[in-house]
């Protein structure tokens, strides 16, 4: 297993279009996280799936903001109508079940809106 | 709202020199994480404290829960180039069974050889 990978690593969009990011957790783990980073802060919870049920949305995910977990596997998360205050590191983790646990995240998506 | 503050923000200290880096909160956590991150990464792992009180050590780095598991600290000793970084503490809350991390905003370490 090589980690947590996500995809593209960087993405430049204009204002108003649509994007949509992948993350494909390892294979073990049936918690699948969500977080936004914004330069200077730590990372932001936006969401989090265990298998495919999405369980908690943070208020910071906007309407324009939707994530999926088909079959418990990879993950997208699509943000419509980007703005350039979406212009953050979006982060992507996965653990497994029962406290304690680290989460193992990957490198992030680098979105710049324009 | 959890809320974790961490002190100080940025911090530049000569290699050789021994820092502590605090994290706190007016929260009780079920745990808490340090992570490590590098520029363009995701942040990695460096350890887990759970109980109360509890101190690991990971080689020059030593790391404490406090007694009423709100609070922790990150000592370095004898700091090398290699531990430039930003670091990140993590308090883990439970939302319908199931924990969830809130970060703190991270301690910008810059070691000068």
């Known amino acids: 297993d090589t980690g947590v990978s996500q995809n593209p690593r960087h993405k430049i969009t204009k204002r108003g279009q649509n994007v949509t990011f992948r993350c494909d957790p390892i294979s073990e783990h049936n918690r699948l996280y969500w977080y936004r980073q914004t330069l200077g802060q730590g990372p932001e919870f936006l969401t989090y799936?265990?298998?495919?049920?999405?369980?908690?949305k943070s208020r910071l995910l906007s309407d324009r903001f939707s994530a999926e977990r088909p079959k418990g596997s990879f993950s997208t998360l699509e943000i419509q109508r980007t703005e350039q205050g979406d212009s953050a590191m979006y982060l992507c983790?996965?653990?497994?079940?029962?406290?304690?646990?680290?989460?193992?995240f990957g490198s992030g998506t680098r979105l710049t809106v324009v | 709202t959890q809320l974790l503050e961490q002190s100080p923000q940025f911090l530049s200290i000569q290699e050789g020199e021994n820092l502590t880096v605090y994290c706190n909160s007016s929260s009780v956590f079920s745990s808490l994480q340090w992570y490590r991150q590098e520029p363009g990464e995701g942040p990695v792992l460096l350890v887990t404290v759970v109980t109360g009180g509890e101190v690991k050590k990971l080689k020059r780095l030593t790391f404490q829960f406090g007694d009423a598991r709100k609070d922790s600290s990150l000592h370095i000793t004898a700091a090398q180039p290699g531990d430039t970084g930003l670091y990140l503490c993590a308090g883990a809350v439970l939302i319908q069974g199931a924990q969830k991390l809130v970060f703190g905003q991270g301690t910008r370490l810059t070691i000068n050889p």
């Open positions: 983790a996965s653990s497994l079940s029962g406290g304690g646990y680290g989460y193992t």
């Open positions: 799936f265990q298998n495919e049920a999405q369980l908690e």
